[in-house]
């Protein structure tokens, strides 16, 4: 039985080759992420005007497991990680509630980018909580 078994995987190595491919890493996660450029602004306004009602509308969409937002001067982002990977329809209803988002008057939005992306943000901050 052990020379079987090691003949098996001798001829796996040999089919296997010497040149061929170390397994690829996984890939990092598909989350939805969401950009704002603004007009000159503070980080702290930034956060306060956006980032924080950005979170608060979209803290119940459904299969979300975690999210994080961010405020820089000129820029508000937040990255949604759902369970089992962002599809098209997870980010079909995030544009919807960010279309009806209503930010404070006086803050002007130069650009606006939703999109399904590789995790940046988000996975970072689960990797650091394990």
Same mark, same amino acid.
């Given at each position: 039985?052990?020379m079987?078994l090691?003949q098996s995987?001798?001829?796996?190595a040999l089919l296997?080759?010497p040149?061929?491919p ?7 996660a ?24 950005l979170? +608060?509308?979209l803290?119940?969409v $459904?299969r979300?497991k975690n999210m #994080?937002t961010t405020?820089?001067?000129r &820029? !508000?982002?937040?990255?949604?990680v759902f369970?089992?990977?962002?599809t098209e329809?997870d ?6 509630r960010?279309?009806?988002l +209503?930010?404070d008057?006086?803050i $002007?939005?130069?650009?606006?980018? #939703? ?5 940046r &943000? !988000? ?8």
């Amino acid at each position: 039985m052990h020379m079987m078994l090691t003949q098996s995987l001798f001829a796996a190595a040999l089919l296997a080759g010497p040149g061929s491919p170390a397994p690829a890493a996984p890939a990092p996660a598909t989350v939805v992420a969401i950009r704002y450029d603004l007009d000159e602004m503070s980080a702290e306004r930034i956060q306060e005007a956006v980032a924080e009602p950005l979170a +608060r509308s979209l803290r119940d969409v $459904a299969r979300v497991k975690n999210m #994080v937002t961010t405020a820089t001067h000129r &820029l !508000a982002e937040a990255e949604l990680v759902f369970e089992d990977g962002a599809t098209e329809a997870d980010l079909a209803d995030i544009v919807y509630r960010l279309d009806r988002l +209503r930010l404070d008057a006086g803050i $002007a939005v130069e650009g606006r980018s #939703v999109a399904l992306k590789p995790c940046r &943000l !988000a996975c970072e901050d689960i990797s650091a909580s394990r």
